[in-house]
């Protein structure tokens, strides 16, 4: 039962973290720049967890070694969303959504190479199907020249993220609570943004409309407070690897969202490529043994009778 909430979290972190263009696109279309949008985005998601924090009476005492855990921990967390943000002005989305997607790859890597962690052959078969899908999803072509710049700022997120996700794991805020861990590294990632505008000297743009409003506060409930809270519990339960391997389901999200919504359209690459992340997501579940009566009805018996 474990391993079946720590898979179903981790779906539900990387499903809600792909609706950010959903709630995004709509309120860059009203003229908010995206600094200002990255603002908005962690302050109101650490206004709300802290809120309720306060509601239940929760205890914020931290060590502060605790303290400086957290806050780097946010400042990894606000990198990843700073630079794939920016390297969308230097080289295709499609390409940038790609190279992200190697952060479980690297995350496999630390998990091996520092804490000794044992990574079976499916799960590494699954990272490597996760990639494919994505890049598949993604359009597969690069569209061009790849700009250095753009490059750097997408790889920057691959070892920010990974980093993140192994910190959560296995730095001694591990055991904390995961609503306070999660206030902690949105409230250090807010500072960051704020941070950000101040170097820039832009200001903080107002908030347009209310419509605006309403889409800045869903983009800070779902995709954000709500994704970083389940990705926080499905590392507890299921670890950094599979946690990581699972967030191939953000781009789905996303494309989905979009074709429903956004009137974007799906050709058979992305087909392809969908149903490879999907088969990538069922190895990850029968890799974890996960025989619930739901998901073996969901799921060909093979990928459960596998020969060891």
Do not use: W
């Not at 962690?117 to 899908?133: D, N, T």
């Not at 983009?219 to 954000?224: D, F, G, K, S």
């Amino acid at each position: 039962m474990k391993q079946f909430k720590g898979v179903f979290l981790a779906i539900l972190s990387s499903s809600t973290f792909g609706m950010i263009p959903f709630f995004a696109l709509p309120v860059i279309r009203e003229g908010v720049g995206i600094d200002s949008i990255l603002f908005y985005r962690f302050a109101i998601s650490a206004l709300v967890v802290g809120l309720y924090l306060l509601l239940v009476k929760s205890d914020f005492r931290i060590t502060i070694r605790e303290l400086i855990t957290l806050f780097l921990l946010g400042v990894f967390y606000a990198l990843t969303s700073l630079c794939l943000t920016a390297s969308y002005l230097y080289i295709p989305s499609s390409v940038a959504t790609t190279i992200h997607f190697l952060y479980p790859v690297l995350v496999t890597a630390i998990m091996i190479l520092f804490f000794k962690s044992r990574v079976s052959l499916p799960i590494i078969l699954a990272a490597v199907m996760a990639i494919a899908g994505v890049y598949l999803l993604s359009g597969g072509e690069s569209g061009g020249m790849i700009n250095m710049k753009g490059l750097v700022f997408v790889l920057t997120t691959v070892f920010t993220y990974a980093v993140y996700i192994v910190g959560v794991n296995k730095s001694c805020i591990q055991k904390m609570d995961g609503l306070k861990m999660t206030f902690y590294v949105l409230f250090s990632s807010a500072l960051i943004f704020a941070g950000n505008l101040l170097v820039k000297g832009n200001g903080l743009e107002p908030i347009p409309s209310y419509s605006a409003g309403v889409n800045l506060f869903l983009l800070a409930l779902i995709p954000t407070l709500i994704s970083d809270l389940t990705l926080i519990l499905a590392i507890k339960q299921v670890g950094s690897t599979v946690a990581a391997i699972l967030g191939c389901m953000e781009p789905l999200t996303a494309l989905f969202l979009g074709i429903c919504f956004l009137n974007e359209t799906l050709n058979g690459e992305q087909l392809i490529g969908a149903f490879v992340i999907l088969s990538a997501v069922f190895v990850v579940i029968s890799e974890n043994r996960i025989n619930s009566n739901l998901v073996k009805r969901l799921i060909p018996a093979f990928l459960f009778n596998r020969s060891k």
